[in-house]
């Protein structure tokens, strides 16, 4: 079977805006909220960079997590995989935390949106069924 237009026209619009959402949360819609910053780290980035919010700075991998055109962006659709991410080589930071640093994963999807993915390859199947001209029943 090839997913290529599943991955293009059901999966891609869903994953990013549930990206964007999980970075205006700073985490929360789909989980745990991201820790709070450090006291130092805080008072520093609120002197340098204010009104950022938790998770990004430059908003090099914000950007690239949640604009599929970045030039950071990684979305590499094929007829039977896809792989999606980020270019941004700190962005693993990030996601898995240091010894000095809690994770605050920018990469994390809620169980809604597995849901509603198995929905939408529902969907997908059901009309690629008709339109191969086979007979779908319940």
């Known amino acids: 079977t090839d997913f290529s237009d ?82 941004v080589p700190y962005a693993i930071y990030l996601q898995m935390g240091t010894r000095r640093m809690p994770k605050r994963p920018p990469l994390r999807v809620s169980q809604e949106f597995v849901m509603l993915v198995g929905k939408l390859l529902q969907e997908f199947g059901v009309k690629s069924a008709h339109e191969a001209d086979l007979e779908v029943t319940a």
């Open 6 to 87: 599943f991955w293009e026209l059901y999966f891609r619009p869903n994953w990013y805006r549930t990206i964007q959402v999980h970075y205006e949360s700073q985490g929360a819609s789909t989980g745990a909220q991201w820790p709070p910053l450090s006291e130092a780290y805080g008072a520093w980035k609120q002197k340098h960079w204010p009104g950022l919010p938790i998770g990004v700075l430059s908003g090099a991998t914000r950007e690239s997590l949640t604009f599929p055109d970045d030039t950071n962006a990684v979305w590499k659709a094929t007829p039977t995989s896809l792989t999606v991410g980020t270019r």
